[in-house]
């Protein structure tokens, strides 16, 4: 799967992966079950994660051929809008 997480253990996401392609999936867990939140702008697995559900980032990984050095910032809130991709100037 190589999943990149982040949070607790009742207040968590899973990002990424693959099975059998590369995905952008990101889901939430709320110590009961997962659902769906927005998806990464740069599908990858292999990638890590930091924060809490609410201020989480995922970072680096292969989207499938090479290796990116894309991070992503996760709000917590359910519109894509709010997942960020982050770069440098």
Do not use: C, H
């Amino acid at each position: 799967m190589s999943l990149a997480g982040t949070g607790t253990q009742t207040a968590s996401l899973a990002m990424g992966g693959e099975t059998p392609s590369v995905t952008g999936t990101t889901e939430k867990y709320d110590g009961t079950s997962w659902v769906s939140a927005p998806s990464m702008s740069t599908a990858r697995f292999g990638s890590g994660g930091a924060g809490t559900q609410t201020a989480g980032l995922v970072f680096g990984g292969t989207p499938g051929s090479g290796v990116t050095a894309a991070t992503e910032e996760f709000t917590g809130e359910t519109s894509a809008d709010n997942v960020k991709t982050i770069t440098t100037s």
